[in-house]
């Protein structure tokens, strides 16, 4: 292992080179500058002989002689820095700070790639201090520290990001994903693993793919994501309930456990538990439980698209809601039917204003929100976009007030289609970036899946390959939730720009 990560580093030092002469005799009574002086030819200038000697110390280093190729590099730094070469300087220094990490001496190969990253950045030279940057994340891996290790991989993904240089930055991602994993941040891990393989895909690297695709299937199938704890917790109440026999109470437990698997976008755990919580309801004669959890399953066909057993489910919920009474409910359906009315071609203006005036007259700013993006994408569809707009910004800073994240998220992601429609791409790339921070942070992979779909349709024609990689997560979020179509939709996109 130790061999195999030190040519990794030695491909990041070197580029090709030709055979150099014979292996300089070592002299380890001398200074590397007299070193340097002894072994020089006449007439060969510093810079040769440095090349030469960084050859050298490469071909020790891979057959496993790390003491010869440590002397050796240090007389091959001698040599740079006596010819004023940064560059060459700065590549010596990376690749004994890899070796050191390979002999395990951490400390001191922690202190050589700081040097390292720190000539580079004297020599301006932004690839190199990315290399440096991402070596220190291996050491600090190799060594378990894994908090320092996230936070140097997540510098050297922004560094080779601002470079362009994909296989970097993939790489980059993996390292950073393994830590994540020992943290236990199994989500980031999984994401970062995705977008790792969407690159290496993208760019035909087969070799990275298959390292991505190794890492994504470990962090997927045997980590538990990060709600596991609550999980578990639900699942414990439910039995109590249970064993106490309360089955109004087991009903409350089982919602509280859908809406969660709902929350964190897992919609055949959340269907399951969704209509455990119906029957519980529906055998205790509660109408208003009846209510919220039809409603909670309505929902989750509407979001995977299932718009025949959605509209049954809020049918249903009306009936028990006209039972009952309920404003807030009756305006939550009204928007929903509304919404998926309009994109089968009807006019439903004025159920949603129904729908708003009830939120207004119930203080409930969340639904008024909630009706304010219906209608906004109402009217964008309408060739309105000045008042789409103003109501896509209002509902935003409505649902930020009431501490609604996701729902503000959603609006983001509605204002962002819009402002790609009319043009300003720049704006809506940075509003969607905005709606996938929150998405991300709150497991709504839904949300995540959509934004995702929503930045590779806006940065298509000016950065193709961020398209085609956003593209490609998002087609296989859509598959681990079960949206086939989706999944296919965002695929063909990303294959369109190949």
């Known amino acids: 292992m130790k061999r195999i990560s030190f040519a990794l580093a030695g491909a990041l030092a070197l580029s090709a080179c030709g055979d150099s002469g014979d292996q300089a005799r070592k002299d380890t009574q001398a200074t590397p500058e007299a ?14 002989r440095g090349q030469q000697l960084l050859r050298e110390a490469e071909r020790a280093a891979n057959v496993g002689r790390d003491l010869e190729a440590r002397q050796t590099y240090e007389r091959a730094l001698a040599a740079f820095r006596s010819d004023g070469d940064r560059t060459s300087e ?41 290399d440096a940057t991402f070596a220190l994340g291996e050491l600090e891996r190799a060594q378990f520290n894994n908090e320092r290790a996230r936070e140097v991989f997540d510098l050297a993904v922004e560094r080779y990001h601002a470079l362009q240089d994909w296989g970097g930055e993939a790489r980059s991602l993996l390292g950073r994903a393994d830590s994540e994993r020992r943290l236990g941040l199994i989500l980031a ?6 977008r790792a393989l969407a690159i290496f895909t993208t760019t035909g690297d087969a070799a990275g793919a298959t390292l991505a695709r190794r890492t994504q299937d470990e962090v997927t199938g045997n980590y538990p994501d990060d709600f596991e704890a609550e999980r578990v917790e639900h699942r414990n109440q439910i039995l109590a309930t249970q064993q ?55 929902d989750l066909e509407r979001g995977v698209e299932r718009h025949e057993a959605s509209r049954a489910l809020y049918a249903d919920a009306q009936m028990l809601i006209r039972e009952l009474g309920d404003p807030q409910a009756e305006a939550h359906v ?44 109402i009217e964008q569809r309408g060739g309105n976009p000045m008042l789409a707009e ?88 859509f598959d681990t939730m079960g949206m086939a179509a989706r999944s296919a939709e965002a695929e063909a996109a990303a294959n369109s720009l190949r």
């Open 35 to 48: 070193a340097v002086a002894a072994n020089t030819p006449k007439g060969a200038s510093a810079e040769s």
């Open 90 to 130: 700065g590549r010596t220094l990376l690749a004994m700070g890899s070796l050191d990490r390979a002999m395990g001496q951490g400390e001191r190969g922690r202190q050589v790639l700081g040097q390292a990253e720190a000539v580079f950045a004297a020599a301006g030279d932004a690839r190199g201090q990315a």
């Open 189 to 194: 891990a999984r994401r970062d693993a995705a």
């Open 244 to 298: 106490a026999g309360e089955p109004i109470a087991e009903a409350q437990e089982q919602l509280e456990f859908a809406r969660l698997e709902h929350r964190t976008w897992r919609p055949l755990q959340a269907r399951e538990v969704y209509g455990k919580a119906l029957v519980l309801y529906r055998e205790a004669r509660d109408v208003l439980g009846q209510i919220y959890a039809t409603i909670g399953l309505a």
């Open 334 to 377: 009204l928007i929903a039917l509304a919404e998926m009315n309009a994109l089968a071609g009807a006019d439903s203006r004025q159920a949603l204003q129904q729908a708003l005036e009830m939120n207004r007259t119930a203080r409930n700013q969340i639904g008024e929100a909630m009706a304010q993006i219906a209608l906004g994408r």
């Open 390 to 477: 103003r109501n896509f910004r209002a509902a935003h800073d409505m649902l930020i007030q009431n501490d609604d994240e996701v729902g503000a998220a959603d609006a983001l992601l509605a204002l962002a289609s819009l402002l790609r429609e009319t043009g300003r791409g720049e704006e809506a790339a940075d509003t969607l970036v905005r709606a996938r921070v929150v998405f991300e942070a709150t497991g709504y992979r839904l949300g995540e899946a959509r934004t995702l779909k929503g930045l590779g349709d806006t940065l298509r024609t000016t950065q193709p390959i961020e398209a085609q990689v956003n593209y490609r997560i998002a087609a296989y979020l």
